[in-house]
């Protein structure tokens, strides 16, 4: 909406609601579509419910130990693997693990590991130059 779109419509709606669109926007009205406007209003909720929460510019600081966990991640060992690696339980590099993402605010694996290529902790050239045995 902010790039100025100001109707839009998926395929998948009822009949009547593609005519109505269509003569909508040919009378230079704004039309959304009923699917459209719940997913509208739901990230609107979600925008609500993360400025309630307040933002913190504070940067974000991880221990050694987080380190050598998120950099582990990244090379792909399992949490098994990290455990013995660093004399540790699994549970333990799962609960580092958790509390990693939470740190760095994201909710998936893959961002922790973007997190540690972007940060040095890592870096995807030992895979293209020294493949895994």
């Known amino acids: 909406m902010r790039a100025g779109v100001t109707s839009y419509i998926r395929k998948d709606c009822e009949k009547q609601e593609i005519i109505d669109a269509?003569?909508?926007?040919?009378?230079?009205s704004k039309f959304f579509c009923g699917k459209v406007l719940a997913v509208l209003d739901r990230s609107a909720a979600e925008l609500d419910?993360?400025?309630?929460?307040?933002s913190?510019?504070?940067?974000?600081?991880?221990?050694?130990r987080e380190c050598q966990i998120i950099s582990l991640i990244a090379d792909g060992l399992s949490y098994t693997r990290i455990a013995d690696q660093l004399g540790l339980?699994?549970?333990?590099?799962?609960?580092?693990?958790?509390?990693?993402?939470q740190k760095l605010g994201v909710n998936s694996t893959a961002a922790v590991v973007m997190y540690?290529?972007?940060?040095?902790?890592?870096?995807?050239n030992k895979y293209l130059f020294n493949p895994p045995a």
Request: aromatic share 0%.
């Open 56 to 64: 913190n510019c504070a940067p974000v600081t991880l221990s050694a």
């Open 49 to 54: 419910r993360l400025a309630q929460a307040g």
């Open 89 to 101: 339980s699994a549970h333990t590099v799962t609960t580092h693990r958790r509390n990693l993402m």
């Open 116 to 124: 540690a290529v972007k940060h040095g902790l890592t870096t995807p």
């Open 22 to 28: 269509v003569l909508d926007t040919a009378d230079g």
